[in-house]
């Protein structure tokens, strides 16, 4: 499993620090902390999920459930491009508008 947060969909900043809930079929739960590029991942030695998966992503109080389950791509990139389409669900974003100032991201 792999993907990367942004801040908005308006204002793609990564997210870091944000936290990666995913439950596979079985009930087994898996977190992942995203690094300074917004990024997650989890290793297939690591957490070998049963599909579906449900995936929620936090950071401070603010929470965003993705409103379907995973069926079988482990690429968040493979249904989430950068832009919107019919073949793209767009960036995976935690707000919907303006985000909160301290909100940390980016590489140094």
Do not use: Y
């Amino acid at each position: 499993m792999a993907g990367t947060i942004f801040s908005t969909i308006a204002a793609p900043k990564p997210v870091s620090g944000a936290l990666v809930t995913m439950v596979d079929a079985t009930g087994r739960t898996f977190l992942s902390e995203t690094n300074c590029a917004g990024n997650f991942f989890v290793r297939v030695e690591t957490w070998r999920p049963v599909f579906p998966v449900k995936t929620s992503v936090k950071w401070g109080t603010q929470t965003m459930e993705m409103e379907s389950a995973i069926h079988r791509e482990a690429s968040c990139a493979t249904c989430h491009g950068l832009t919107t389409s019919p073949s793209s669900a767009g960036p995976v974003f935690l707000w919907d508008g303006t985000p909160p100032e301290n909100v940390p991201g980016g590489c140094k």
